[in-house]
């Protein structure tokens, strides 16, 4: 069994970002796996980073809560839309607060900790361009970005990716079957 935190990186609630979420949950725990989800866009937390790195700042409730499950879980799924380009705002202000100087900490020589070593992740990016064209144009760079900068530098891997393009021109249809994608993937968490 392993532990699983989802979290969808969206302000907004009742997205397809969630059903996506939410599908996931439903295959982990259908699985035998605990699950747990938590969406940035019905959580109460400042997103701003205050004082930057320079000082801890106090988690509020919502944000403890996924710092906690965050430490304890085997494998993290992290869910968002392409907005210009990158990840919503919301979700990088809660990867900034929730991975502060108390999660990564310098070490004795000078290197980080990678405290969340040993953790899988699976990052699932939704977009209205066609998915082909954002990692063969475009680099896939936020995507790159999460993987390179922020997971493996606290000890996340491996790192899998699922890119959902062109979402409103699949259709009803093609929807659904991702969200059959999604349930099958957190079966077997990964």
Known sequence: MARIVIVVGHVRTGTYCEALGEAYKRGAE????EARLFLTGAMRFDPILREGFAKVQPLEPDLEAAHDAMLAADHLVLIFPLWLGTLPAILKGFLERVLQPD???PAKRGEFVKLLKGKSARVVITMGMPGFVYRW???AHALKMLRRNILA???VRPVRSTIYGYVEGVGAEGRRKWLAEMEALGRRAG
């Open 30 to 33: 259908a699985g035998g796996h």
């Open 153 to 155: 530098f606290i000890g």
């Open 137 to 139: 144009w475009f680099g």
């Open 103 to 105: 999660l990564v900490e």
